[in-house]
């Protein structure tokens, strides 16, 4: 398995509360990605990083910032939970063109 | 484990046959195209790629085929496993990103 670590696995929180999940991976590895999976709807992009610090927005960014101090990390924020940010949250890699994206295991999160 | 499609489309098979999975992409432009495999309560897991200069690939009892006339992927299974039971889908590449189909789920009989 590529080495990607999502923290936490599950997750039990309210809305209006912040929340942040990790994505670690050791493969030193340039893309990272943050997807959320619903269902009918597949995985769909929030945001990706191309580099440390270098970030930039997917599909469905609105209520979700991230942060890539280092390599190793990839961090998603949701500043204000929401509801509709109930979902299954993953992780991916990639080291270059044309190489396909490695996935982490997922964080399932839910918000009462 | 996670629900990854309440009504995905289902391809059921007995064990032993072979399997095909087809997915539509929509942009003539993207040049690599890959398949991914997703049991229940994990993350995708990489089965197999293609890039757009080949037409066909093949892997340890999987085949994938590019019709870019078409824009059509498909995947086959050959002498389908239980193990084999997932949801699967494609991903074209656009750019720096992926872009991903909806899913078919695989159910193997007895």
């Known amino acids: 398995d590529a080495g990607i670590t999502q923290s936490p696995r599950h997750k039990v929180t309210e809305t209006g509360t912040p929340v942040t999940l990790r994505c670690h991976q050791t493969?030193?590895?340039?893309?990272m990605y943050w997807y959320r999976q619903d269902p009918g709807h597949g995985l769909r992009l929030i945001h990706y990083s191309y580099g440390v610090k270098d970030t930039d927005k997917g599909e469905v960014s609105d209520g979700y910032s991230v942060s890539r101090s280092k390599t190793e990390d990839f961090l998603l924020t949701l500043e204000s939970a929401t509801s509709s940010q109930t979902s299954v949250y993953f992780c991916?890699?990639?080291?270059?063109?044309?190489?396909?994206?490695?996935f982490g295991d997922g964080t399932r999160l839910s918000i009462l | 484990g996670e629900s990854v499609g309440l009504h995905l489309p289902t391809l059921s098979v007995q064990e032993g046959d072979n399997s095909i999975i087809n997915c539509a992409y929509s942009?003539?432009?993207?040049?690599?195209f890959i398949w991914y495999k997703q049991e229940s309560g994990k993350g995708p897991q990489f089965i197999i790629d293609i890039r757009s200069n080949m037409d066909k690939r093949q892997g340890q009892r999987v085949t994938v085929l590019l019709n870019k006339t078409v824009k059509h992927l498909s995947l086959q299974i050959a002498a389908t496993q239980p193990g084999d039971s997932a949801v699967y889908f494609c991903?074209?590449?656009?750019?720096?990103?992926?872009?991903f189909g909806p899913g078919t789920r695989l159910s193997v009989l007895p």
């Open positions: 991903a074209e590449k656009r750019g720096q990103n992926f872009v």
């Open positions: 493969e030193n590895h340039r893309y």
């Open positions: 991916a890699i990639r080291t270059d063109s044309n190489q396909p994206q490695h």
């Open positions: 942009n003539s432009a993207s040049d690599y």
